[in-house]
């Protein structure tokens, strides 16, 4: 076996056997990385004769034709692989009328499709044979052309409102996003919603999900759902979310309201809807319970062998006999859904132009129902990161799965629509964290450190499709989170599907290091002062962020910490010339311990930016210290747990807040 025909393989089937960091050097991928990852993807590749195999199998995949195609509308029409110049064919359109011909020659001579003036699902019907077509927009839907539309960015688990359970609820978005709209907001940017693990309220990280095709029931707010539910459990009032208390109390009351409306026609059609994924989502969570109550076994990968397979026996016998458990996990999501569904009528009646803005996390938990249910989706035995870089030197582990990319193709990208669709069900718009994902991911096969993984290639052009598509039927608009290492081209690509990419205030220099002009910043972005993985405006100013990694031993030694301290300083420096010079500011700049004036000037700074769309994120309306998440760290800093210090009814009520809030309107309605 020669490392040529591995490389060889390894680039068949996506993988980048060299790759630029962004350092600028270049780096040649280890032969045991290609092999572990090309296995994950169903390729073994141990032997001369597996990889010939493999070979041959990419080949006759590339050659024939995928359950569905993908095109933009338009003159240009789309290449059939797998047929012939001259085939015939027949296209069933969306709208049931159907067109004829034969397939033509393209410019390299490949069979091809004539264009479409239709976006939608298409059916084609050629060589005996009946695919779909997805026919896309040329782009996502993109605000009005000179909108410079505002909303607030929320970790909904942090709101709090009289009565709650301990955690922020979907009651608590309402009296948020209601109070916003009347200011200007035309949107909420909420955290992921997506299901964790009802029987381990540990993992509650809301981007390691258990599943993205169904939701976090903790969220719900069944006032929203039913008429004047009684008996709601209410929590002493604490700094930080304590999930396992809110689980229990929160899974209790949902058990009676079951009793009571579970014969509620809307649940019947809920469920007659959602049909086997949501079925087989029910029967995981109450499998996992009892596996964890029995043998404390979280993980389904340990699970006896008849257990693992969502299709055996075994399972529809635990099921018929755990059918009440399994009816009330279907009733928590139907419970979740209709309350994310009323939410969003809320604040589009408030006079919300978009509502609320989704956040579809970039995999799943491999421990989790998503890929106990669907496993021939996925990549298993290979965790997604991210490569060294500045930013995190020894590269990042983030413990997901995602899809596998010739799995995504093989079953008509089934489980990106899923979760897609998912997202933008109950929203007026979605954020893709890591949105560079659509290009490509970084894999990590076990046992081996971030700096040992390689970079996939995913099938950009078909994704981005899929997107407009589905941004086209939703109505919704699209931003993509595109903070990290960038394929080269990649933000003119994003930019040409009018997905908006993500500009943050710490990061938007120039070359010398010096803050840039927000008139300068991307129309088609939306930009923030943070994010949830970074300092707030209060927070950066003081230097919270280098005290807790220093307290937590994040840095390689305590000259490094120094040095990052004296960056800050200047930094600070840096950034009030810049406010000054927008006016956003005046004036010398404050002491490190006063960040109130620097959080004003940001916000008014951030507002004239030349986006299409400005989101502040509520922990800088409030001028809290203190940031939502401090990446890689666990138990050290309390990441996804801190509440707001005050109930949302009465959060904007203040007149700092409120202050503010109309000073990030006002720097939206000035001229450029």
Same mark, same amino acid.
């Given at each position: ?9 390894? %680039? ?88 004829? +011909? ?37 782009? /996502? ?45 035309? /949107? ?49 009032? +604490? ?36 049909? &086997? ?52 996990? %279907? ?19 408030? +006079? ?23 496993? %021939? ?120 599907? &009018? ?8 990061? %938007? ?54 040095? &990052? ?14 406010? /000054? ?11 490190? &311990? ?27 309306? /409030? ?50």
């Amino acid at each position: 076996m020669s490392d040529a025909a591995l490389a060889a393989l390894a %680039e068949e089937a996506g993988l980048a056997v060299t790759w630029r960091d962004n350092f600028g050097r270049q780096n040649t991928v280890a032969p045991d990385t290609l092999r572990a990852v090309l296995a994950a993807m169903g390729y073994p590749a141990d032997t001369a004769a597996a990889i010939a195999q493999a070979r041959a199998s990419l080949a006759r995949r590339a050659a024939a034709l995928p359950p569905v195609l993908t095109m933009t509308v338009g003159p240009d029409g789309v290449a059939v692989p797998g047929a012939a110049v001259g085939a015939r064919w027949r296209l069933t359109l969306a709208d049931g009328t159907t067109r004829e +011909g034969a397939l033509e020659a393209g410019w390299a001579g490949e069979p091809r499709l004539p264009g479409l003036d239709m976006p939608g699902w298409h059916a084609l019907e050629l060589g005996g044979r009946q695919v779909a077509l997805a026919a896309a927009p040329p782009r /996502c839907v993109a605000l009005p052309e000179h909108a410079r539309a505002w909303g607030l960015a929320v970790q909904v688990y942090a709101l709090r409102r009289a009565g709650d359970r301990g955690v922020g609820d979907h009651g608590a978005l309402v009296s948020l996003g209601e109070a916003a709209a009347r200011q200007g907001a035309a /949107c909420l940017a909420i955290s992921p919603q997506h299901a964790l693990f009802a029987a381990d309220p540990h993992r509650f990280g809301p981007y390691s999900p258990s599943s993205r095709l169904f939701l976090n029931p903790l969220h719900a707010d069944p006032a929203l759902v039913f008429d004047g539910p009684a008996g709601a459990p209410s929590a002493t009032d +604490g700094e930080l979310v304590d999930w396992p208390a809110v689980s229990g109390r929160s899974l209790a009351w949902f058990r009676a309201l079951f009793a009571r409306h579970g014969a509620d026609p809307r649940f019947a059609a809920f469920r007659a809807r959602e049909g &086997e994924a949501l079925s087989d989502h029910a029967r995981f969570e109450a499998l996992h319970a009892e596996q964890v109550a029995r043998h404390g076994a979280n993980d389904w990968r340990r699970w006896p062998a008849p257990l693992r397979d969502p299709r055996s026996a075994e399972v529809a016998a635990f099921a018929r006999a755990h059918a009440d458990d399994v009816a009330f996990h %279907e009733f928590l999501q139907f419970l979740a859904d209709a309350s994310l569904a009323e939410t969003q009528r809320r604040l589009r009646a408030a +006079g919300m132009a978009i509502g609320l803005i989704a956040d579809l996390a970039v995999g799943a938990d491999p421990a989790g129902s998503q890929a106990w249910s669907r496993p %021939e989706q996925i990549l298993n035995g290979v965790s997604v990161g991210a490569p060294p870089d500045a930013f995190s030197p020894l590269g990042q582990d983030w413990g997901l799965t995602a899809f596998s990319p010739t799995a995504l193709i093989d079953t008509g990208y089934a489980g990106f629509l899923g979760v897609l669709r998912a997202a933008l069900r109950h929203a007026g718009g979605v954020r893709i964290d890591h949105v560079m994902g659509l290009a490509r991911l970084w894999l990590i096969p076990p046992g081996a450190s971030p700096r040992e993984g390689v970079y996939v290639r995913y099938p950009m052009e078909d994704l981005l499709r899929l997107i407009a598509l589905e941004s086209w039927q939703h109505h919704a608009i699209v931003i993509g989170e595109d903070l990290g290492t960038l394929p080269d081209g990649f933000r003119d690509r994003l930019d040409a599907a &009018e997905i908006l990419g993500m500009r943050v205030l710490w990061f %938007e220099r120039d070359h010398d290091g010096a803050f840039t002009d927000p008139a300068r910043w991307a129309r088609r972005a939306a930009a923030m002062t943070t994010t949830h993985d970074l300092p707030t405006v209060a927070g950066w100013w003081q230097g919270r962020d280098i005290a807790w990694r220093r307290r937590l031993g994040r840095f390689p030694d305590a000259a490094a910490a120094d040095a &990052e301290e004296a960056g800050r300083a200047r930094d600070r420096i840096a950034l009030w010339q810049a406010m /000054c010079r927008a006016g956003a500011a005046a004036g010398e700049p404050p002491g490190a &311990e006063a960040p109130e004036r620097v959080v004003d000037a940001a916000i008014r700074h951030v507002g004239g930016a030349a986006s299409a769309l400005a989101l502040l994120p509520i922990e800088d309306a /409030c001028a809290l210290g203190e940031q939502p998440n401090l990446p890689g760290t666990v138990d050290g800093h309390p990441n996804w747990r801190r509440r707001l210090p005050e109930a949302t009814e009465a959060m904007l009520d203040r007149a700092e807040p409120r202050r503010r809030l109309a000073d990030f309107a006002a720097a939206r309605r000035k001229e450029l």
